[in-house]
């Protein structure tokens, strides 16, 4: 079975400054997709930067960017210029190719700070 | 422009009583999820469909049962609930499992469920 590990259950960072977010995962398959969900304070569960593995090239959306290393099994989730807005709880997730079952890491929760 | 709605928002049962959630979705997604979100834990899935008419097995299904009779409408219930199904449950779904980037799930904005 695949899991998703998050090992920071929280963490701040100053507003417009860059935070680094990060998340392993464990998994024998070659072919899968990874994804980082924002969950503010409403509970919306908001996708955030979506990454195929097959892809060497990192996702960014904005200012949020990925750091993809498939063989170490690491996708790391970058926030620049951080913004008040962000403050949220962040999910990493896994999917395998043509497979229903997503799976969540259990979060970290970013606070920004003005 | 609705998306993923979920009813109810808020609900509170006694320990055996029954309810049920439902989710309702006017994308015309095949794909529609049920996940329990519990602290410390992230998201669970409970179960799926992958179409009308059809409902599979998650990783925590024990102690609930689905319908997807209606291609919009996916109803998650608990015939007799406890105390360990207090969480937020979350409905979500997605056209289709293809490489079009079609695998992102939208959510709905989840429904709390205490059971005392």
């Known amino acids: 079975a695949q899991t998703v590990t998050q090992s920071q259950p929280e963490m701040s960072v100053q507003e417009a400054e860059t935070v680094t977010l990060s998340c392993t995962y464990d998994t024998s398959e070659n072919n899968y997709y990874l994804f980082w969900y924002k969950q503010p304070p409403s509970r919306q569960m908001i996708l955030v930067i979506r990454?195929?593995?097959?892809?060497?090239q990192n996702a960014t959306e904005n200012r949020f960017s990925v750091n993809f290393q498939k063989a170490a099994k690491s996708f790391s989730l970058k926030i620049s210029d951080s913004q008040l807005g962000d403050t949220a709880m962040y999910f990493c997730a896994f999917m395998r190719y043509n497979n229903n079952d997503m799976r969540f890491g259990a979060g970290t929760r970013l606070t920004v700070k003005p | 422009n609705a998306g993923v709605t979920q009813t109810p928002k808020f609900r509170v049962l006694k320990t055996g009583q029954s309810m049920t959630l439902l989710c309702a979705q006017d994308?015309?997604?095949?794909?529609m999820y049920w996940y329990r979100q519990d602290p410390g834990m992230g998201l669970r899935l409970i179960h799926y469909?992958?179409?009308?008419?059809?409902?599979a097995k998650g990783e925590v299904p024990d102690g609930y049962n689905v319908s997807r009779l209606k291609k919009q409408n996916f109803l998650l219930g608990l015939e007799s609930a406890a105390p360990s199904q207090t969480s937020v449950y979350f409905c979500a779904s997605t056209p289709d499992l293809g490489d079009s980037g079609a695998n992102v799930l939208t959510f709905g904005a989840g429904s709390r469920l205490t059971v005392l």
């Open positions: 469909s992958v179409g009308e008419g059809t409902t």
């Open positions: 990454q195929e593995a097959y892809k060497q």
């Open positions: 994308m015309n997604h095949e794909y």
